[in-house]
């Protein structure tokens, strides 16, 4: 029996008919050829009547649709700390971190995170899956792998970093999985981690691509990009300027955030503006992809400075407030502008900042999974209408993310449609 996998999803319906035409075109050629070998033996045998019966194909449904950041969730990939390691204090690493713990950088650089503070990460991840099955929501995760291992291109020479932020390197839009390119030397083979879960979804009918992997050479970054202080960081930013060059194309899929039919990016230190029409080319007519920008002194990632929740509802980082907010506006959206985080100063956050209290996943447009410590902002989603799930995962914060960054939606339920206009 032939079995296909339908793809949905707007006009790209129409690839399940191509797909279906082709492999019934080689299931019937193939008959061809055998019912007309010709050999002496077969000639010198009785003939026989042979009969194939080709059955229409199963139509079932794909198991990868998202077209938006608040349909009800599914299934998700949620991400591994297992053997993370802190990436070597190469240029790109240090325009994307903060002074304070380029002592840190420089310190661990290709080795183990702190142990102890490992362990409690991968625990807090443990304790989140549990509660997303407990929610209903399928969870799958990454291949485990050994990052320490040292590589070598003809380019450069680097250890690996983690698998821990799957919306960094896998950005779904609709029944397509497209694999980020990523700007990190570190981050270079991270994709490993995941190819055995992306060609099991392909292998049951969903869209698999992968962007042109950059050679991550010299002339990528700015090798003198010059940041001594937060006040560097600012004045470059507000001219424009960033350590990744336009050499060649690079983005993480975290600098994307989806809304239907619309997609809004922002160029930061991971994503340049080749990669970025490389996707609009890629998406285009089907999407829609809009260039955003924020008063930050170090862009990189957008979901802590503009995570959509909703149709028409967004939340907006107030200390990085959007250059474009009047065209939201404009379309009828709701800006909702998050409070302080209540993170203390003294907790590490390598990688990140204390933003990522608005850095939540939602589950459905009235359920959302919230850090269980941030009250403040428990009290606004309860405000909106939108039941807390509450989760602690101060430990896992320290890697580099939150709810949304530690996850990306493989299947939610609903449609493809527009809210931006």
């Avoid at 698998?163 to 991270?190: H, K, S, T, Y």
């Avoid at 404009?330 to 209290?357: E, F, R, Y």
């Amino acid at each position: 029996m032939l079995r296909v996998r339908c793809l949905r999803g707007g006009s790209r319906g129409a690839e399940a008919a191509h797909l279906i035409g082709a492999m019934l075109g080689r299931a019937v050629t193939g008959w061809v050829q055998r019912a007309f070998q010709s050999t002496s033996i077969a000639a010198a045998a009785q003939p026989r009547h042979v009969a194939e019966h080709v059955t229409e194909p199963e139509q079932q449904e794909c198991p990868v649709c998202s077209y938006n950041e608040w349909d009800p969730l599914e299934e998700v990939i949620v991400g591994r700390a297992e053997n993370a390691h802190v990436p070597a204090f190469t240029v790109e690493v240090k325009a994307n971190t903060y002074e304070k713990y380029w002592p840190f950088y420089q310190k661990y650089g290709g080795q183990s995170f702190p142990a102890d503070h490992l362990k409690k990460a991968v625990a807090e991840i443990e304790e989140m899956c549990n509660i997303l099955r407990h929610e209903g929501v399928n969870v799958r995760r990454p291949e485990p792998i050994d990052w320490s291992l040292v590589y070598k291109t003809p380019d450069f020479t680097s250890s690996g970093m983690y698998a821990a932020m799957p919306r960094d390197i896998l950005l779904v839009v609709g029944n397509e999985i497209i694999e980020a390119p990523m700007a990190w030397r570190a981050r270079f083979f991270e994709y490993r981690a995941y190819r055995p879960l992306i060609k099991e979804y392909f292998r049951n009918g969903a869209k698999w691509t992968t962007a042109p992997k950059p050679t991550m050479a010299d002339e990528l970054y700015d090798q003198d990009y010059p940041i001594r202080t937060v006040e560097d960081r600012h004045k470059l930013a507000a001219e424009g300027k960033f350590v990744t060059t336009e050499h060649e194309p690079c983005f993480d899929a975290a600098d994307f955030i989806r809304a239907g039919r619309d997609l809004f990016v922002q160029r930061s230190q991971v994503t340049n503006y080749m990669g970025i029409e490389w996707m609009r080319r890629h998406l285009a007519p089907d999407y829609k992809v809009h260039i955003i920008s924020f008063k930050d002194p170090n862009p990189m990632h957008i979901d802590a400075t503009f995570n959509i929740i909703g149709p028409g509802l967004v939340l907006s980082n107030p200390d990085r407030p959007c250059r474009q907010i009047d065209m939201f506006h404009k379309a009828g959206w709701t800006i909702v502008k998050p409070p302080t985080p209540l993170i203390p100063d003294d907790h590490p956050l390598w990688m990140s900042s204390k933003w990522l209290s608005m850095n939540v996943l939602m589950l459905g447009e009235k359920r959302v999974m919230v850090d269980a410590n941030e009250v403040t902002i428990q009290k606004m989603f309860e405000n909106l209408g939108i039941k807390t799930i509450k989760v602690n995962i101060r430990h896992a914060n320290s890697l580099g993310g939150g709810f949304h960054c530690w996850t990306t939606d493989v299947r939610r339920r609903g449609t493809l449609e527009s809210y931006f206009h």
